[in-house]
């Protein structure tokens, strides 16, 4: 097979990936506008694309598979392969947390809400961001740009621990916003550990280029 070829399929693998980061992102988004407004209809739309989701990974995962087992790689190629198949899977759980955030928005659909949610749609705002960044960096194999978009995290985490301590206050003041709340919790964890998925994209990605292997959590 011929390099041109072999880019030619490359460049279908990045555009397949696209696809599923940009409805992964619009799923994340619309999880969360869902909690916001109590929109269940919203909610169960989130539920039922999950299936596309899964069906975008498996044709990715297809290619890349194809790509090694027919085109025989070089390495640095065959790192740019490999991180494709580590992000299909981390898109894979983030639309998973979006699922889990819906069915929790169905769950509180006739509770009045214990507080106006404004932290946690930062928090999804913020993920939203990271998603699509890390996904460029990858089509671009700009490293800089990985680095940059996991520093992000760290507007994450300080957002989960805020939430986290304004929880803990009301279910001490008020035991009966404790089910709610540890809801809430939940939540906020599921968007936090969404920061941690991309982060570890990112590394792929600077490995794919460098092939050293970085920590990007400090």
């Known amino acids: 097979m011929t390099r041109n070829y072999f880019d030619q399929e490359l460049q279908e693998l990045q555009v397949a990936l696209l696809k599923m980061s940009s409805i992964v992102e619009e799923t994340l988004g619309n999880s969360v506008k869902a909690l916001k407004t109590q929109n269940v209809e919203l909610a169960q739309e989130v539920i039922d694309n999950d299936d596309i989701i899964d069906d975008m990974e498996n044709t990715v995962e297809d290619k890349c598979l194809k790509l090694i087992a027919l085109q025989s790689p070089l390495a640095k190629d065959l ?77 994450v985490d300080g957002l989960y621990k805020q939430i986290f301590r304004e929880l803990l206050v009301i279910m001490m003041e008020d035991p009966k916003t404790i089910h709610q709340a540890t809801y809430f919790l939940l939540i906020s964890r599921y968007l936090e550990r969404i920061g941690d998925h991309v982060t570890n994209i990112c590394e792929r990605i600077i490995y794919s280029v460098t092939s050293e292997h970085v920590d990007l959590n400090d």
């Not at 490999?82 to 699922?99: P, S």
């Not at 509770?111 to 106006?116: A, H, L, P, R, V």
């Open 79 to 155: 790192r740019i392969i490999a991180t494709a198949l580590k992000i299909i899977t981390d898109l894979e759980r983030i639309a998973d947390y979006a699922v889990d955030i819906s069915k929790i928005t169905i769950k509180l659909a006739n509770e009045k809400y214990i507080k106006e949610l404004i932290d946690i749609p930062r928090m999804a705002e913020i993920a939203v961001r990271m998603v699509k960044g890390c996904i460029d960096a990858y089509v671009h194999l700009d490293t800089e740009k990985a680095r940059e978009v996991a520093k992000w995290d760290d507007e």
